[in-house]
């Protein structure tokens, strides 16, 4: 192929999802929100030069359709399947809709974060299992926060300890729209609150005691250097000072809010809940030929077991012990594919970890939970290519960020090797093919 045009019959047509009309060979020079390291097109021509030299790509089977960050956006989700010509949609709601030929040819992978945020983390779940139930083909990744929601209520009900206490007062004010949702949906006003108790006791079961500060630094610092644990502790002060107000603001007491909480971990945490679906569906990371999908990112220790072990194992490795100590989890490196920015902070990658990864065939990492408000980003860090592909789809974080309407976009990569960017918010489809890049500049085999 010698122009990405002919790739625009692949997306819908359809003014009102804001999707580009033209198509455009993908932009490297390091533009979009800023411009940001590694994203000129001599660092992704060294990233490839480094993965052409241990051979050809090797190409998912089936198209991927890459959707991530929804945030409790179900419309969002529907418009932006309509926008990949993966569903037509019906008139009669969320959760009326078909799978097109093509729907039902492709790979679905939700890149993680499903919950928080809004305007509705219950009907994105209901038109999620829709979607899972019509016979499509779905991958659902974990995302950091849907894994707060998880490790949040089982510390709630587990013996606390110094280092779980304050797991649950962690999710902060995101997590209220979904403890009102489930308090008006689940909980029976009348009968379910009479064995709660008053209002403080239900405070001391959700917040840290006086003791925590003193206790987690020393506790946590097998898990977590200087730096990580004095911003959870400036993080948690603040948290714990607001969470009787965020509550009120959602319209909840202190008493209704612990009785939303102990219903939610019922519907999402134990076996038989409506919506246990979700964490007993989840993976930690997902493998498609060269590609590896995760939610945030990868360290030298995860790209070892990857490369050494394989997806497989991460994955039991990632039930196994999601289910255990919220808080050893959350801060090891396991949990670190669904929380890392690349932060001095995080777990680090490095060249060590990038040469793990290539010799393992691994040539492209696409991952959401960096929000780009210019469409997907390429980007080469230590030398593995990532696509960042969260494209601000959720309206509370389009509001909050100054960006318009109902977000729509996917990532689709397709078995002949083209990669296809598409987001409303960006004016052109981004067309990328890492044959025809080498080969214009010279690094082809």
Not at 151 to 178: D, I, Q
Not at 250 to 264: D, P
């Amino acid at each position: 192929m010698t122009h990405p045009t002919p790739l625009l019959s692949r997306i819908a047509r359809d003014a009102d999802l804001g999707i580009p009309e033209s198509c455009i060979v993908w932009p490297l020079n390091g533009h979009g929100d800023s411009p940001l390291p590694g994203t000129s097109a001599p660092d992704v021509a060294a990233s490839l030069a480094r993965t052409n030299a241990l051979g050809q790509w090797d190409w998912p089977d089936k198209p991927v359709v890459f959707i991530s960050d929804l945030h409790a956006d179900a419309e969002s989700l529907l418009r932006s399947l309509v926008a990949a010509k993966v569903i037509p949609r019906g008139s009669d709601g969320l959760s009326d809709f078909t799978l097109t030929p093509f729907g039902r040819s492709c790979q679905i992978v939700i890149g993680g974060d499903c919950l928080d945020k809004g305007p509705s983390n219950l009907d994105l779940l209901d038109s999620l299992a829709r979607l899972m139930k019509s016979g499509a083909d779905v991958v659902l990744l974990a995302g950091n926060h849907d894994l707060r929601l998880f490790l949040g209520h089982e510390a709630l009900t587990v013996k606390r300890n110094s280092l779980s206490a304050h797991m649950f007062v962690r999710m902060g004010k995101k997590v209220m729209p979904l403890l009102r949702e489930v308090f008006e949906r689940h909980v029976d006003a009348e009968t379910a609150m009479e064995d709660i108790p008053d209002e403080t006791a239900c405070l001391d079961l959700m917040v840290p005691g006086k003791k925590w500060t003193k206790q987690f630094p020393r506790e946590a610092a097998p898990y977590m250097n200087k730096a990580a644990i004095d911003k959870e502790m400036r993080r948690l002060k603040r948290k714990a000072e607001k969470f009787a107000d965020h509550a009120a603001d959602c319209g909840l007491t202190i008493r209704q809010l612990y009785a939303a909480a102990l219903k939610c971990r019922q519907l999402f945490v134990e076996p038989s809940g409506h919506y246990a679906w979700f964490y007993r569906s989840m993976k930690a990371v997902h493998q498609s030929g060269s590609l590896l999908f995760v939610h945030a990112g990868i360290d030298d220790h995860m790209a070892a077991q990857i490369s050494r072990k394989g997806p497989a194992h991460v994955n039991r490795r990632f039930r196994k012990e999601s289910r255990k100590d919220p808080f050893v989890f959350y801060s090891g490196t396991l949990a670190n594919l669904m929380r890392t920015k690349y932060r001095d902070v995080d777990h680090p990658l490095t060249e060590t970890g990038v040469e793990e990864l290539h010799l393992a065939g691994i040539k492209l990492l696409v991952q959401g939970h960096v929000n780009r408000h210019n469409g997907q980003e390429l980007t080469s860090r230590h030398g593995l290519l990532h696509l960042e592909a969260d494209i601000t789809l959720d309206r509370h974080s389009r509001s909050a960020e100054g960006l318009e309407g109902i977000g729509s976009g996917a990532t689709i990569i397709y078995p002949d090797g083209n990669i296809l960017g598409i987001s409303r918010d960006y004016p052109h489809a981004k067309w990328f093919n890492p044959a025809r890049f080498l080969q214009q500049h010279g690094l082809s085999q």
